[in-house]
């Protein structure tokens, strides 16, 4: 592996361009301009006093800088905010929410695209049968709820082109509306659903346990999801873990990014949410300490080379909310193929390195290794 390269290509990923542009465009309705910014600076891993290669593994591993972060989600606020103070003046009222890989502080990338859902709140759906003595009164809006929402896509669409003028607002998305360049500093997507209330909601009233049904436009379906649950079962998980779970995440995410050529293409079979899934999956193997996050390199190239040779097992492996299977599709096994090689060159490159008489396994080497800064 090329890890001048490499590092190179994750530091570019993480802080953007080292030029920065600065775009004057304004909203017609908030009449600001968010998108100056340059915050480039020196990140932990690089001050290192290691090699690239150890440099690159930690940086792959470790969250984007908070400043980043923040502005991120602060411009998904602020479209998803104009948004609904609009709808609310034509009498449908929304609630909005954070969803994805930022609100996970899995993203990889500094100028990371952020997820809002924009929810009908004043009609639900909710999962039968209901949970005694609190049955819900009958919706005002009788229509079937795809065309509910489907109603919010539309008026979604015309209110954002009209509320951000400079911006390019993309609306051939299946699921999401995407807004890009203009006065933001980041992409934002706008994804319009229903509430769905469980019977685990119902019962608990635990916001974690609501669904949203997310609207298909070019199938005229909804398709349910559970991000809330999702985003508690990780955070819950990788805190028991010492932070190892979301080290892998961003590992692997990294891994795809950089892979070249057919291998980097067979990769991205894998979507975002498989890859939170294989991690999910491994959580139990990942208790180690912070300082020794090089051995999760071996862990998880240990754990890729299991899966790929048990197809039987990969089979039953279910996302973490139990809401469809990880290997859906024949093309995922694939991308895990991919991944196990790809993870595995890095692996052997690590401990070559560190060990270069190869007396030691790798996963002795890498576990016994510790990294601190």
């Known amino acids: 592996m090329d890890f001048n390269s490499r590092l190179e290509s994750l530091k570019k990923r993480r802080q953007g361009p080292s030029e920065a542009v600065f775009n004057e465009a304004f909203d017609s309705v908030t009449g600001t301009a968010s998108n100056r910014e ?6 932990s891993f690089e001050a290192l006093r290691e090699s690239e290669a150890v440099k690159y593994t930690v940086g792959a591993m470790t969250a984007v800088d908070t400043t980043y972060t923040e502005i991120s989600i602060r411009e998904g606020e602020r479209v998803a905010s104009s948004l609904s103070k609009s709808l609310l003046g034509e009498n449908i009222s929304v609630d909005t929410r954070l969803q994805g890989s930022v609100g996970l502080d899995v993203h990889i990338k500094g100028y990371s695209d952020v997820d809002m859902l924009v929810i009908v709140s004043k009609t639900i759906l909710v999962e039968r049968p209901y949970v005694q003595p609190s049955p819900y009164p009958d919706a005002t809006d009788q229509r079937p709820m795809v065309d509910i929402v489907g109603e919010l896509r539309a008026r979604s669409e015309d209110i954002l082109a009209q509320n951000f003028p400079a911006v390019n607002v993309d609306v051939s998305g299946a699921k999401a509306i995407s807004l890009e360049g203009g006065s933001l500093a980041r992409q934002v997507d706008i994804v319009p659903a229903a509430w769905f209330h469980t019977i685990a909601y119902q019962s608990t009233k635990e916001d974690h346990n609501l669904g949203v049904q997310i609207l298909d436009k070019k199938n005229s379906v909804l398709i349910r999801n559970f991000p809330f649950l999702n985003r508690k079962l990780i955070n ?14 961003r590992l692997i995410k990294n891994l795809q990014a950089d892979a070249e050529g057919i291998k980097g293409d067979v990769l991205k079979k894998l979507n975002s949410f498989d890859v939170l899934s ?15 996050q090089l051995g999760l390199v071996a862990i998880l190239a240990e754990k890729l080379r299991f899966m790929v040779m048990n197809r039987s097992y990969c089979e039953d492996l279910d996302t973490p909310d139990l809401s469809r299977k990880i290997f859906d599709h024949d093309d995922k096994y694939g991308g895990l193929s991919a991944l196990f090689l790809e993870c595995t060159e890095l692996a052997d490159s690590l401990a070559a390195e560190l060990n270069p008489l190869r007396t030691k396994t790798n996963r002795e080497v890498l576990l016994g290794k510790a990294v601190f800064g």
């Open 38 to 43: 340059f915050i480039r600076k020196s990140e």
């Open 236 to 249: 819950d998980a990788d805190l028991q873990v010492n932070g190892n779970l979301k080290r892998v995440v």
């Open 278 to 292: 294989i991690a999910y999956v491994m959580r139990n193997e990942l208790t180690i300490p912070s300082y020794n």
